[in-house]
């Protein structure tokens, strides 16, 4: 089984997005007894609330779940869990490596830095932005490039 936790800040806008779409690409290919997805925040002010109304509504009109979604922050046990630790901006993964402590070998890759040619190198924060819809163009381009990362690690 390989574990993927997409990480944003407050894990109501763009991680939770990430988390939907990625699951929805991973069922599509029937890989979802290989691959679990999951995604949290590094502040924990949103803790066990539901996906922002943007990102709920752009879901909806893609016709993604995000069923029983509630947003968590990052605990100590997510270093162990999982596999691929793959955050949303700069700043997400400065926050991550801060709190890494002595987890030094899980990598954190930046989700924007697996499309090559990118537009962007960071998701900018739509609950900032209020712009759900770029977030939803570049979340989908990252995760298909991170599925393709993924499969080829693990031949899958
Ligand atoms: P997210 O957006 O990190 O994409 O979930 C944010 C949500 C809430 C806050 C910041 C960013 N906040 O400051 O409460």
Redesign the pocket.
Known sequence: MVQVLFV?????????MAEAIFRKMVEDEGLSDQIKVDSA?V?H??QGEPP?EGTRKILDEKSISYEGMR?RQIKAEDWDEFDYIIA?DEQ?MRDLEAIRDEYENVTIQRLMDLVPDAKEQN?P????TGNFEY?YELVTEGCKHLLDEIKEDHNL
Do not use: E, K, Q, T
């Open positions: 944003c800040l407050g894990n109501i806008c763009r991680s939770p925040g502040g002010w949103h922002h947003a949303m997400n998701v924060d739509p609950y900032f977030v």
